[in-house]
C-alpha cells in the first residue's frame, strides 16, 4: 500500500514568491492534515479536511495560506505570498477518519525562502 | 490546556549505551493517546507506538521500551544497547481522544548515537 505522497520534497523561492505544495493521502483515508514544522519544534496542524470540508482551519494564517480538497482526496496548500518566516517543513498526514487513533505521515516538503 | 514537554533537546552518546528520552504532558482529558514518532534526516515521520491512557502496562519492541506513568504524567522511551541508525529526531505526542482530535506534539529531541 502507497504510502502518503508530497511533492515537492524541496522548494527554493524568493520572498513575496507564490508557492504550492501538493498531497496525495492513503487510498480510502477520509481526513487529511497539514502540519506545519519550524526548525527544532514539533509539526503544528495548520488544518484539518474530512473530505473535502475543512473542519479545523483555527490555526491557518488566512491573509496568506490556502488550502484546498476539491474532490475528497488529494490536496494543496498555498502560501502567497511567501515570507522569510514561511521557511519550514510542511507536512501533510491523513486517516481513515478524524476519530482514528493514526495519522499516517508524509516525507513533507522543506521550504526555503530567501 | 493540553502540553507536551521534551526537556531534553539535544543527547550524544555513543554506541551500545543505554539512553532515556523523556516526555511530560499535560491534558484535562481522562481519555487521551500518546505516541513516539521517529524523525530521521529524511524528514518523514516514523510511528514507533501509541499507547492509551487506560493502558499503563509498559511495552518492549526488541530494543526499544516505553514506561507510561500516568501518576506523573510521563512516557519515556528507552533505547537499550543504541546504535548509529538511532541517530534522529523523537517525537513525542498527545492526542485528545474526542473533541477536535488534535496532535500536540512536544519539540523532539534529538539522538546522536557516536560510533
Known amino acids: 500500500e502507497a504510502g502518503v505522497v508530497q511533492s515537492p520534497r524541496y522548494k527554493i523561492i524568493e520572498k513575496k514568491q507564490p508557492v504550492a505544495f501538493w498531497c496525495n493521502p492513503i487510498?480510502?483515508?477520509?481526513?487529511l492534515y497539514w502540519y506545519l514544522q519550524n526548525l527544532g519544534q514539533g509539526p503544528e496542524l495548520l488544518i484539518r479536511?474530512?473530505?473535502?470540508?475543512?473542519?479545523?482551519d483555527s490555526q491557518l494564517p488566512k491573509d496568506r495560506f490556502s488550502a484546498e480538497r476539491l474532490k475528497g482526496v488529494d490536496s494543496t496548500l498555498k502560501i502567497q505570498p511567501a515570507e522569510l518566516g514561511d521557511s519550514a517543513v510542511y507536512l501533510c498526514?491523513?486517516?481513515?477518519?478524524?476519530?482514528?487513533?493514526?495519522?499516517?505521515f508524509g516525507p513533507g516538503t522543506r521550504l526555503t525562502v530567501t | 490546556a493540553q502540553k507536551v514537554t521534551q526537556a531534553q533537546t539535544e543527547i550524544s552518546v555513543v554506541e551500545k549505551e543505554d539512553v532515556t528520552l523523556d516526555c511530560v504532558y499535560e491534558?484535562?482529558?481522562?481519555?487521551?493517546?500518546l505516541f513516539w514518532y521517529k524523525q530521521p534526516p529524511s524528514g518523514e515521520l516514523v510511528f514507533l507506538i501509541r499507547?492509551?491512557?487506560?493502558?499503563?502496562q509498559n511495552e518492549i519492541s526488541g530494543r526499544y521500551s516505553w514506561n507510561f506513568q500516568k501518576s506523573t504524567s510521563s512516557f519515556n522511551f528507552t533505547i537499550t544497547a543504541s546504535q548509529v541508525v538511532d541517530s534522529a529526531v523523537y517525537l513525542c505526542?498527545?492526542?485528545?481522544?474526542?473533541?477536535?482530535?488534535?496532535?500536540?506534539f512536544g519539540t523532539g529531541t534529538r539522538l546522536k548515537v557516536l560510533a
Open positions: 487510498s480510502g483515508h477520509n481526513t
Open positions: 479536511y474530512e473530505n473535502e470540508e475543512a473542519v479545523d
Open positions: 499507547r492509551n491512557s487506560f493502558d499503563e
Open positions: 491534558t484535562r482529558d481522562t481519555t487521551y493517546y
Open positions: 498526514a491523513s486517516s481513515l477518519t478524524g476519530g482514528s487513533t493514526e495519522q499516517y
Open positions: 505526542a498527545l492526542r485528545e481522544a474526542s473533541g477536535t482530535y488534535k496532535y500536540i
